[in-house]
């Protein structure tokens, strides 16, 4: 039998005593894309930091790729998992993934991917070289691989972060909000990007955090949805993305519709005053 991807049991994390995850237990599958769908403030990020083993938990098992977390050598379990964390950008917030040296060059900043490293400090092979270029090409930053990475639109940035994680071939691939603060433009690059991924020959596990319906890929196998640090549902899409369980997990009335296999929310005017009474 091929072990879940992740595994948490009864995880529970508290913080200045403030519950943060409940009771969290719940089983990803490996291969294709979960996502982990909730409001701000729900424990998404709590939660894949618990995967990661940047928090350690109060109560509770965490499994990831068959290893116990705390009971492992974390350092080689994060050679086999990659994160994108754009949102991290303060030096006491970064996980692999999320900061990379302005002044590198595009290219520089994937190289950093092999290394784990927020700069370029050692000397990439020639192996290591092409790779990055093929992985720039994959996210359609074939054009900007020499071009400082500050210099990138917002959107090319988040790309070149992903093809920074994808530098190791990870078994793994957590994406936490990695479309925030972006444009339409932007955010759809970013998206196809994911969803080229998966077209792949044996993509890796990608666990894509949000909290926009619109961002949830037509491959998506698994969705998990969130509401104050607990898990309140896992299912599919077709089970989850309803009215009814939207509308209980955002505490907002919402319709969704179904084009061309994505997910809409509305929200009527109507709705307004009953939120700003809540």
């Not at 089983?27 to 990661?52: A, D, F, S, W, Y």
């Not at 784990?116 to 192996?127: E, H, I, K, Q």
């Amino acid at each position: 039998m091929i072990k879940p991807a992740v595994e948490l049991e009864h995880v529970n994390v508290v913080r200045g005593g403030r519950p943060i995850l409940r009771d969290v237990t719940l089983r990803i599958p490996r291969g294709g894309c979960t996502v982990v769908l909730g409001p701000n403030g729900c424990g998404k990020t709590t939660l894949t930091r618990t995967m990661t083993g940047h928090m350690f938990v109060n109560s509770g098992t965490v499994r990831v790729l068959g290893e116990q977390i705390g009971r492992t050598d974390i350092r080689q379990l994060r050679r086999r998992v990659a994160v994108v964390n754009p949102v991290a950008d303060r030096a006491d917030l970064h996980v692999s993934g999320a900061v990379v040296d302005a002044d590198l060059t595009a290219a520089e900043a994937v190289l950093t991917g092999f290394f784990g490293t927020v700069g370029l400090y050692d000397r990439p092979t020639g192996g290591q070289k092409a790779q990055a270029l093929r992985l720039l090409a994959a996210v359609g930053l074939e054009h900007r691989t020499e071009l400082a990475f500050n210099l990138l639109s917002t959107g090319e940035q988040r790309r070149c972060l992903i093809a920074r994680a994808l530098a190791i071939s990870p078994e793994l691939l957590v994406l936490d909000e990695p479309t925030a603060g972006l444009d339409l433009a932007g955010r759809e690059q970013v998206l196809a990007t994911v969803d080229t991924l998966l077209q792949r020959p044996a993509p890796p596990t990608i666990i894509f955090i949000t909290h926009h319906v619109e961002e949830i890929s037509p491959r998506t196998e698994t969705v998990i949805l969130m509401q104050g640090g607990a898990v309140t549902a896992v299912g599919s899409a077709e089970q989850l993305i309803t009215p009814e369980s939207l509308t209980e997990t955002f505490g907002c009335k919402v319709f969704v519709r179904r084009v061309h296999g994505r997910y809409w929310l509305e929200v009527l005017p109507e709705a307004w005053h009953d939120l700003l009474d809540a």
